[in-house]
């Protein structure tokens, strides 16, 4: 069931206040990084290790027109990404950039994250779904860099595969949808942006974003112990050393005029990223830009990666929103 939040500051910041902590480590997992954990903290972590080694990624067989492991920058072998197109039609096909989650840590961009964005494609979208370098091989900002060089080499090759340049959308799930959400409102802007990795003429602006329970800001994400632990990972240095490169990674940090509309869908059971950590960026963002800019979606029950997330019904939900904006 999904319930649509309208937000008001109340209850956001009521909501604030349940935010739990962020798990940016998940040992088990490929390059994953390991730390002291408390109780909650292996409770969680033994939850994501079940299901990143239990689902299923991405039939590559199933599809017939796709271009595999283009590199669309050259400072790492992880620069590299997959499109796929619709089975018939001749284009050029409205895009969407798919982004794995992981903790920063792990994912890819064929496992079982992406197979549920790929039902866009018989809607009529092509899915272009990247990989970027993980914690262990590059902090903060690089993930970001690597998304808007990502975005870029779209743009610059879009002839070439088919896809719209102009009707270009962003989703991505957990770590995914914080770099989904951090490029949509920074995107045009040239800030957290490396254009010497390519194509600097071409624009990171997108028409639209989907951010699937992502990590809005790295000050407010709980247990403080927790935050130094992991997210010194990501960022290297700890939120007392370095509050500024925390508040750059949080997407609710640089709300601006000129935000593309986004779709928020987050579960009241999620125990990896507390569901006010999306309610209050919902409210800002409503607050800021007004009510057109964002849609608030709760799902009732629905916990980190739920499955609820990937019924027919609900994938349907997504593609009607970024129909909406994109055709």
């Not at 239990?54 to 590559?60: F, L």
């Not at 890819?108 to 970027?132: E, H, W």
């Not at 959400?181 to 920074?186: K, N, Q, R, S």
């Not at 490169?245 to 869908?265: D, F, K, M, N």
Request: proline share 5%.
């Amino acid at each position: 069931m999904i319930s649509r939040l309208n937000g008001t500051p109340r209850l956001a910041a009521a909501l604030r206040i349940l935010c739990a902590c962020l798990i940016l480590g998940t040992g088990g997992m490929a390059h994953a990084q390991q730390g002291q954990m408390t109780d909650k903290g292996q409770q969680v972590e033994e939850y994501l290790r079940g299901i990143f080694s239990s689902r299923k990624g991405v039939d590559v067989t199933a599809m017939t027109r796709k271009w595999l492991d283009i590199p669309y920058a050259s400072l790492s072998q992880a620069e590299k990404l997959d499109i796929y197109l619709p089975e018939e039609g001749g284009g050029p096909f409205p895009v969407i950039l798919a982004i794995h989650g992981g903790s920063f840590t792990a994912g890819d961009k064929r496992d079982f994250q992406i197979v549920p964005m790929l039902a866009a494609t018989r809607r009529g979208y092509a899915v272009v779904s990247i990989n970027y370098r993980l914690s262990g091989e590059a902090r903060f900002p690089a993930q970001i860099h690597d998304v808007k060089a990502a975005i870029r080499w779209v743009r610059a090759n879009a002839a070439r595969y088919s896809l719209a340049a102009d009707k270009l959308a962003l989703w991505g799930d957990s770590a995914g949808g914080n770099l989904a959400a951090l490029a949509g409102v920074t995107g045009g802007t040239g800030v957290l942006e490396d254009k010497a990795m390519g194509n600097p003429e071409q624009s990171s602006q997108a028409s639209a974003v989907v951010d699937w329970y992502g990590p809005i800001d790295f000050l407010t994400m709980g247990d403080p112990r927790r935050l130094e632990e992991k997210g010194n990972k990501l960022i290297g240095k700890t939120s007392l050393e370095a509050p500024e490169l925390y508040r750059a990674a949080s997407p609710e940090s640089h709300i601006r005029p000129g935000v593309p509309p986004i779709l928020i869908q987050h579960g009241d059971a999620d125990q990896v990223i507390a569901l006010g950590q999306s309610v209050h960026f919902a409210a800002r963002l409503r607050a800021a830009l007004g009510e057109k800019v964002v849609a608030l979606d709760v799902l009732k029950g629905a916990d980190h990666l739920d499955e609820r997330f990937t019924t027919p019904e609900n994938i349907a939900r997504v593609l009607d929103f970024l129909d909406g904006h994109l055709r």
